[in-house]
């Protein structure tokens, strides 16, 4: 089975400051890796997602993750936050499974980022 | 592009009454899946398919059946609503391989 834990339920930050929301997971199988960001009142948007490849994936509006598979990690992080910024984010894994496998994904408990002017 | 489709965006239900939770796909997507979303538990898996014809459950399916007649629409009905049942719920669907999930915009249920 796998797991993951977000261990920020809530940041606050200022506005320009670096912030890094952490996700740690646990799976005895290789996993693809995603961050979801929420906005109030709206669905999930995929902001970022690690398949393969470079540890360092980048997402167009300044958010970068990079997968750590020593420590099971998949911090997210951008150097300077905007007001905008505001929003609840999810950490999910998923199992890279094969065939018509399912690929059950897996949410963390959300990371609620308050930026503050 | 429509993506995920959700209806209604809003329901209020009497306990013990049944409703069906709409979710409809444009993108010829394999895979569907319904999660509900509650405060601080982030969002589990009640229901999923692989495919017309086949459905599985998820991490939380009491209370919940679906149906997958066709590739596009992935219907979540509740049988007699509870109040544990309020929640927010949203469809995804991805297509195979390692393509990421896509997510409806919800649906929030209240149930009195």
């Known amino acids: 089975a796998q797991s993951v834990t977000q261990l920020d339920s809530q940041v606050p930050v200022f506005e320009e400051a670096p912030v890094e929301l952490r996700c740690n997971y646990s799976?005895?199988?290789?996993?693809?890796l995603f961050w979801y960001v929420q906005y109030p009142n709206q669905g999930l948007q995929l902001l970022l997602k690690?398949?393969?490849?470079?540890?360092l994936v980048e997402s167009i509006n300044g958010f970068e993750a990079e997968f750590n598979k020593s420590q099971t990690s998949f911090h997210l992080r951008k150097p300077s936050v905007h007001i905008s910024d505001t929003a609840e984010y999810f950490c999910a894994v998923r199992t890279n499974a094969g065939g018509t496998s399912y690929g059950k994904l897996t949410f963390g408990q959300g990371t609620i980022l308050t930026v503050h002017p | 592009n429509a993506g995920v489709t959700q209806t209604p965006k809003f329901q209020v239900l009497k306990t013990g009454q049944s409703m069906t939770l709409q979710c409809a796909q444009d993108m010829n997507h394999e895979y569907m899946s319904w999660y509900r979303q509650d405060p601080g538990m982030g969002l589990r898996l009640i229901h999923y398919?692989?495919?017309?014809?086949?459905?599985d459950q998820g991490e939380v399916p009491n209370g919940y059946n679906v149906s997958r007649s066709t590739t596009e629409d992935f219907p979540l009905r509740l049988l007699s609503a509870a109040p544990s049942q309020t929640s927010v719920y949203f469809c995804?669907?991805?297509?195979?391989?390692?393509?990421?999930?896509?997510f409806g915009d919800g649906t929030r249920l209240s149930i009195l």
């Open positions: 799976s005895s199988v290789s996993v693809y």
């Open positions: 995804a669907s991805r297509g195979g391989g390692n393509q990421p999930q896509h």
């Open positions: 690690y398949l393969s490849g470079s540890t």
């Open positions: 398919s692989v495919g017309a014809g086949i459905t």
